[in-house]
């Protein structure tokens, strides 16, 4: 049946690639990039519409030069084993577009206060392009997944999976379970990016975005059986159509690196996403800032597989 819950679209402006965690204190906690690609922003509320006006605190700012300079994108807020994590990736002030992914920590309880720590760069196989780490648990062990570039593979970046030692250092060998292939995930570039992750009905899902980041940009998605070998790349099967797309009746252009929530009943799995308005852009759109995060409850197929559905249209 139909929902009826609607949250407002936009939900918050100018944040691409936005991240919600719902915490066991009640509150939704927010990060995303911002415009200037120059710092790390939290904010909370105990609604997901209450996050359009919460006041962002900024958490980390970048350096003038070196690792951790320029154009830091996509973080992600965790809390695992007790502490706040911030997993994000970073690139130098003389090389913009080589990224890193490093992880900061927080003790407190409320990750808005406190100090947060710089726990270094998480070290893969290669020493290359790499970005939008995220983690997540099960049976008990700590999983990371991620982009980065095979110096020996054709394309931008291809998805990775991997067992963790803590939040910031890998314990197995990487594993490659999806790489641009399709015709919707080689547009403008060859892009799988921007994970997360969702368990439900005794399997794995792994949300992902293909494509450049104008109105090509969509989502894809992975799946294995929760019994299954993760680090297998057999175990994982991928959608061959994209799962979320541009829809031109409701205006929505773009729409993809997305993380997943539940509504305030907890009754319902929502979508965070990014998408814009508008669908021609001048000059990169890397530099266009209205990339606005959106919220929309979705629906379950009757074969156990999630139905996003279309980007809804704004409501203001």
């Known amino acids: 049946m139909e929902t009826l819950i609607k949250y407002k679209k936009p939900l918050v402006e100018q944040r691409a690639d936005p991240w919600v965690y719902k915490h066991t204190d009640g509150f939704y906690y927010f990060t995303g990039s911002v415009p200037a690609y120059d710092r790390i922003e939290v904010r909370r509320a105990k609604t997901l519409d209450g996050l359009s006006e919460a006041e962002p605190v900024t958490v980390w700012k970048k350096y003038e030069s070196g690792p951790m300079s320029a154009n830091i994108w996509a973080p992600e807020i965790h809390f695992v084993d007790g502490k706040w994590y911030i997993h994000f990736a970073a690139a130098r002030a003389d090389q913009i577009f080589d990224h890193r992914m490093y992880v900061l920590e927080n003790e407190s309880a409320n990750p808005l206060e406190g100090e947060w720590i710089e726990k270094g760069q998480v070290r893969t196989d290669w020493e290359s392009f790499s970005?939008?780490?995220?983690?997540?648990?099960?049976?008990?062990?700590?999983?990371?997944?991620?982009?980065?570039?095979?110096?020996?593979?054709?394309?931008?970046?291809?998805?990775?999976?991997?067992?963790?030692?803590?939040?910031?250092?890998?314990s197995s060998p990487q594993v490659m379970i999806s790489k641009p292939e399709f015709e919707w995930e080689v547009i403008g570039f060859l892009v799988n990016e921007g994970a997360a992750v969702l368990k439900r009905n005794g399997k794995i899902f792994i949300s992902y975005s293909a494509s450049a980041t104008d109105y090509n940009y969509c989502m894809g998605l992975l799946w294995a059986d929760e019994d299954s070998d993760l680090l297998d790349p057999a175990s994982w099967s991928k959608a061959k159509e994209p799962v979320f797309k541009t829809?031109?009746?409701?205006?929505?252009?773009?729409?993809?690196?997305?993380?997943?929530?539940?509504?305030?009943?907890?009754?319902?799995?929502?979508?965070?996403y990014h998408a814009r308005s508008y669908k021609e852009i001048e000059?990169?759109?890397?530099?266009?800032?209205?990339?606005?995060?959106?919220?929309?409850v979705f629906a379950w197929s009757e074969d156990g597989t999630p139905n996003f559905g279309v980007p809804e249209v704004d409501s203001k």
């Open 131 to 170: 970005l939008d780490a995220t983690t997540f648990e099960h049976r008990g062990e700590q999983y990371y997944v991620w982009a980065q570039k095979d110096p020996n593979i054709e394309g931008n970046s291809n998805l990775y999976i991997a067992k963790m030692e803590n939040q910031w250092t890998l």
């Open 247 to 272: 829809n031109e009746e409701t205006s929505q252009y773009g729409p993809g690196h997305n993380s997943f929530t539940v509504s305030e009943d907890g009754k319902h799995d929502v979508l965070v």
């Open 283 to 296: 000059g990169d759109p890397l530099w266009d800032p209205n990339r606005h995060a959106r919220a929309k």
